[in-house]
């Protein structure tokens, strides 16, 4: 019974998002603010972007990855394309990163955050202080650049699209910091979505819930803990442009990701199940 129910849910999503009225054509021209766009789903996002014709201002961490990646984007065929490097730690960053978009672009139609700080796997709680760190970069900064930026997309009826992870919705072992901040997420651009309903602004939010990622680093600092296997970057990518361009609620990569947050609130057994399949508990345990 349980198969056929999982199986029927599969088709419903697949046929879902088979159908997402996709045109290319309007993104070109789009101003797009992006960051975490130096490595990763990151770094494919600005190249899809580029080559479907968008305006481009790219952050990140580290400036000489993002001259390569800025480089790259112009060979694309990306019109404008500008970079600054910033540190999202620092609670002074967002507001020079959203001026220097609006200052280049004149206004922004997306948003779309994507950067990231992560604690090291394995790790059943960091300290303190880590998790302030974690909750800097990976929530209050996204708190800080939507509010900056709201104002612009609001005139635009532009689109705030938000990368986000699995644990963000469902809770696991051996992440408790990075899965908090990722929860504040979701709860904080789910309730924004709500206000902006109810003002009548007409800004749409994208929730993005993405699996590992399919880069070196991600792979080397899962190794043991998890028996997932990477999306690759380029389609995580891609499904996150077409559903921010369709201003579509949520994203799913793989699609299968839906079927586990569907799992959290009911039919406990089955999702214990998943995530057992997902991560080595019992290696975890012992790291």
Known sequence: ?????????GALFFSYYWDDNFDPASLQGARVLLTGASA????DLAYHYARLGSHLVLTAHTE???????GNCRK???????????????PEVPERVVQFALDKLGGLDYLVLNHLGANPAGTRSGSVQATRWLMQ??????????????????????SLVVVSSLLGHVPT??????????FALDGFFGSLRRELDVQDVNVAITMCVLGLRDRASTAEG???????????????????????????????????????????????????????????VTAAAAA
């Open 1 to 9: 019974m349980k198969v056929l129910l999982l199986t029927g849910l």
């Open 40 to 43: 990763g789903v990151g770094e």
């Open 64 to 70: 000489a990855l993002l001259q390569k990646v800025v």
């Open 76 to 90: 694309l065929g990306a019109p404008k394309v500008f970079y600054i490097a910033a540190d999202m730690a620092s």
């Open 137 to 158: 970069v990976n929530f209050l900064s996204y708190v800080q650049l939507t509010s900056l930026a709201l104002p612009s997309l609001t005139d635009s009826k532009g």
């Open 173 to 182: 072992s051996f992440s408790s910091p990075y899965s908090a901040a990722k």
């Open 222 to 280: 899962v190794r043991g803990i998890t028996r997932a296997k990477a999306a690759p970057g380029p389609k995580a990518a891609l499904a996150v442009i077409r559903g921010g361009a369709t201003r579509a609620p949520g994203v799913f990569y793989p699609w299968r990701l839906h079927l586990l947050c569907l799992l959290r609130g009911w039919l406990p057994h089955p999702r214990a199940w998943f995530v057992r399949q997902e991560f080595n």
